[in-house]
């Protein structure tokens, strides 16, 4: 299993191509100490952070339906089959129709799925919660306002 080995940004030592290198990496290994606890817990389930991106979106929407659901990943709906199919197989998904409108998929989750959902999205908090307790305010805005710059690029 690869989240249990010990590798980190102290204890990868990669060659510097660019300056703003070590800002890439910082990004990438604090991405996946952000979600290892989370990731630990989903494979209990057979999930991988892919399902939980979709339970995440899908917990979030009042409705949402399939196309909707691909485009807000960012996503094709072939690539979105897969692991859509896999919570559907779980029942930690679910569908109805709407009458008006009966070949789209209005998505759900169920119990089950707003329980690891929510179990899965408190590990994340928590990590992120302690990350932004080593700094202050100050530092907390200047990462959001980072984080939020890169964001705003997938418009």
């Known amino acids: 299993m690869v989240i249990d080995k010990k590798i980190n940004s102290a204890s990868v030592r990669m060659k510097e ?3 703003l290198d ?3 990496e910082l990004l990438h290994f ?3 100490g952000l979600t290892v606890d989370a990731d630990r817990y989903l494979e209990t389930f057979a999930l991988s952070r ?5 339970l995440y979106i899908i917990a979030r929407f009042d409705e949402i339906n ?3 659901l691909a485009a807000t990943l960012g996503v094709s709906k072939q690539a979105l089959h897969r692991p859509l199919t896999h919570l559907f197989e779980r029942e930690l998904v679910g569908y ?10 209005i998505l759900a989750l169920t119990p089950k799925g707003l329980e690891v959902e929510q179990q899965a999205t408190n590990l994340e908090r928590v990590a992120i919660r302690q990350a932004l307790n080593t700094t202050t305010g100050e530092g907390q805005a200047a ?3 980072i984080m939020q710059s890169l ?3 997938l418009e």
């Open 17 to 19: 191509l660019d300056p």
């Open 22 to 24: 070590f800002s890439l």
């Open 30 to 32: 604090g991405f996946r």
């Open 50 to 54: 892919v399902h939980h991106r979709i």
């Open 66 to 68: 399939v196309g909707d």
């Open 96 to 105: 109805t129709r709407l009458p008006d409108r009966h070949r789209f998929k």
């Open 143 to 145: 990462w959001h306002s």
């Open 151 to 153: 964001a705003d690029r």
